[in-house]
């Protein structure tokens, strides 16, 4: 029995997670947090039995608790609640599926307690990647990606030296639009971006992938799963999502993954790494598929992925004034505050206006995600 513990259980990584403990007999889940969904907490709850369960407040939490009271469950909430369930002492691993910087304090009390990290709060490793590897291999704790393309490089780099990796090749689906121009896409709405064209995904990552600051961030997450540096980092657009990204070794070999898109094959290599098992699905049937093509970037319109290489070298405390900005802005484009072209000038403004701090500690980061959203509700 291999225990876990999920950190946004009710999302799309956290469901799909439970689809895959689900069809494996020897998964058992002690623990689980979300947001604010009570009733498929409730559902969640009553068919994987977790000993802990964490609402996002308070009022959310005393809801689940009268829908649960027949059940040996203990119910927590907010931050408190999600260090207890990232440290729950009966896991060996921690899915982290929540989104935002949020991620920070629960990853890092998971990896102070020992578990294993199947990361896919890709914003966590982003902004504290300095203070998270380090202390993972401190503690001797396994950071396994679930991102499908840091999957793919973590597959195309197994029983491979590090040291020969000579670039990786993050692939990127483009998103819905690839191919505008600027003007195109100074009148999308959120119903245009939230329509991706081969992942169904929450609602911020979608946003994401459609400026492509999705992007920015892997080749950030890239960064500090693999220790390779930002010039080692091609993005390379693949419209289809079946090559899920490659490496280029020293003698030129190039290793890739390719497989239909399907998130269900990272988060199951995460839970059972480095063992492979049968996972039902579709297949990659070649002969339908016909063509694979390739394009570059267009860094002019989709500025955002400039922007991140520009924050990734900078470092410090620039890559979480990137994030948290464009966690601000996201939000404020759902909720139809701010114009699309708007989510890449507030990023760029925060980042301007920012006085880099170098290393930067829990608390320093913290700070600068409160700094940047101060920032933007006075500019804008
Ligand atoms: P989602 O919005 O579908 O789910 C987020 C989960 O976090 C939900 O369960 C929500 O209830 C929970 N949550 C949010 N705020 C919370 C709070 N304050 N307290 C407790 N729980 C809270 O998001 P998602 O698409 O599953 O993405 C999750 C993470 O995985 C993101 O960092 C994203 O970038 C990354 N990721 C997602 C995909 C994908 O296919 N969805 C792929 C790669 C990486
Ligand atoms: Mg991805």
Redesign the pocket.
């Known amino acids: 029995m291999k225990k876990i513990a999920i950190?946004?259980?009710?999302?799309?990584?956290?469901t799909?997670t439970l689809e895959v403990v689900e069809q494996n007999r020897d998964l058992q889940v002690t623990a689980l947090?979300?947001?604010?969904?009570v009733r498929l907490m409730e559902q969640q709850i009553r068919r994987f039995s977790p000993a802990l369960a964490?609402?996002?407040d308070e009022e959310k939490a005393r809801e689940l608790r009268t829908l649960t009271k027949d059940l040996n469950v203990r119910i927590t909430s907010?931050m408190e609640g999600?260090l207890e369930v990232a440290a729950e002492p009966q896991s060996e691993i921690l899915v982290?599926?929540?989104?935002?910087m949020?991620?920070i304090r629960p990853t890092i009390a998971a990896i102070e307690a020992g578990k294993d990290i199947a990361l896919?709060?890709?914003?966590t490793l982003v902004t504290a990647g300095h203070l998270i590897m380090p202390l993972a291999k401190e503690k001797n704790v396994k950071i396994l990606p679930?991102?499908?393309e840091h999957s793919a490089i973590f597959q195309c780099m197994n029983g491979e030296d590090k040291r020969a990796v000579h670039k990786i090749l993050l692939t990127a689906s483009g998103g819905p639009f690839r191919g505008w121009s600027k003007e195109q896409l100074s009148n999308v709405q959120p119903e245009d971006a939230l329509k991706h064209p081969n992942?169904?995904?929450?609602?911020?990552?979608?946003i994401?992938s459609s400026t492509m600051v999705?992007k920015g961030?892997e080749v950030m997450e890239a960064k500090w799963l693999f220790g390779v540096d930002l010039d080692q980092i091609q993005v390379v657009v693949q419209p289809q999502s079946v090559i899920h990204s490659m490496v280029e070794f020293e003698d030129g070999a190039v290793m890739a993954q390719l497989g239909t898109p399907d998130?269900k094959l990272p988060i199951q290599y995460a839970l059972y790494y480095p063992e492979r098992r049968f996972l039902p699905g579709e297949r990659l049937d070649f002969a339908k598929l016909g063509k694979i093509s390739f394009e570059e970037p267009d860094l002019l319109v989709f500025r955002g992925l400039s922007l991140a290489y520009q924050a990734g070298r900078e470092g410090g405390s620039i890559p979480t004034v990137y994030n948290a900005a464009n966690e601000y802005a996201v939000a404020k484009f759902l909720g139809r505050k701010i114009s699309y072209p708007a989510i890449i000038e507030m990023i760029e403004s925060a980042m301007e206006s920012h006085h880099r701090i170098m290393q930067p500690k829990v608390e320093e980061i913290l700070a600068a995600e409160q700094e940047t959203y101060e920032f933007l509700e006075s500019r804008w």
Not at 33 to 37: D, E, I, R
Not at 96 to 100: P, W
Not at 199 to 206: D, R
């Open positions: 950190l946004g259980s009710t999302g799309s990584i956290g799909q947090a979300a947001g604010s969904n964490c609402m996002g907010g999600l982290t599926a929540i989104v935002g949020i991620g896919a709060n890709k914003e679930v991102d499908s992942w169904s995904m929450g609602k911020k990552i979608t994401d999705n961030l998130m």
